[in-house]
């Protein structure tokens, strides 16, 4: 059976696949068959480096939507595992990002099989009620991280990008399609993990532009009455600017005393 391995690190391999492992550019490549998968997964490793796993696409029977989900997200959890020792980082998110993603995985699961067996129910969207802050899970040491593509900055390994792009891939599987026309649902389960390994949304998982909040109407009628002003205090006597008394030669304000003169010169009668 002739088996064609692409981009391996760069390079190229065209070799046959017996069963066994055939040592091929330093690399071993060996068939794996994932629990509950009807077809043969090709992965290359080479001594030394972990993270040299290559997924090869067979002309094999085709997988449900099910088991490619879980396989593409067990391969990132795969270049998640990998990144562990090498990264600080990682150590603290990796319980709570490990089950978070498992939990994605269950969820889609649930979501096709009820569509499936025609257990779909589609309740009546009401008014979100206010939301309470959630206390951390058990499994978690802070708050989880909410930056664009942080999981594939944490963990850009190679499992990791190849799990992105078969979840790319998927995205555009008119089954997938399909599934988001009949269940709207599917959308809460791929936006979180498109965010996280920094993927573009297609249009079929962008939400709608939120309603403006409506402006209060405006007033009519009267005019609003102006704004009461608090009485002011009265001003202490010590406060108030002494009057200067009239220059030479300026007529008197009318009831002014006469200035008496201090200087030199006769007496006045």
């Known amino acids: 059976m002739q088996r064609i391995l692409a981009l391996a690190q760069g390079r190229s391999i065209a070799m046959s696949i017996t069963g066994r492992p055939i040592p091929t550019l330093g690399y071993t490549v060996t068939i794996e068959n994932p629990p509950g998968s009807r077809e043969e997964i090709l992965l290359a490793t080479r001594p030394g480096c972990g993270d040299a796993w290559l997924v090869i696409a067979a002309a094999t029977q085709a997988q449900s939507l099910t088991e490619r989900f879980a396989f593409a997200v067990e391969l990132v959890l795969r270049g ?56 951390l899970a058990r499994d978690s040491h802070g708050p989880a991280p909410k930056a664009y593509g942080w999981l594939l900055t944490l963990a850009p390994e190679l499992n990791t990008r190849i799990g992105r792009a078969q979840i790319e891939t998927l995205l555009a599987d008119p089954a997938l399609l399909a599934l988001l026309a009949q269940a709207p649902q599917a959308g809460r389960i791929l936006r979180p993990l498109c965010h996280m390994l920094r993927i573009e949304r297609p249009d079929c998982l962008r939400l709608p532009p939120r309603p403006r909040r409506p402006r209060p109407p405006a007033a009519t009628g009267e005019p609003n009455p102006a704004p009461t002003t608090r009485p002011g205090r009265p001003k202490p006597s010590w406060l108030g600017w002494p009057k200067s008394p009239p220059l030479p030669g300026m007529a008197r304000a009318p009831g002014t005393p006469p200035t008496r003169r201090t200087g030199t010169g006769p007496p006045e009668d």
């Open 80 to 135: 998640f595992a990998v990144s562990l020792p090498r990264n600080r980082e990682v150590a603290p998110l990796a319980l709570g990002t490990w089950n978070r993603l498992k939990r994605l995985v269950a969820r889609f699961s649930a979501l096709v099989a009820a569509v499936e067996a025609g257990r779909l129910f589609i309740a009546c969207r009401k008014q979100a009620a206010p939301r309470t802050p959630r206390p």
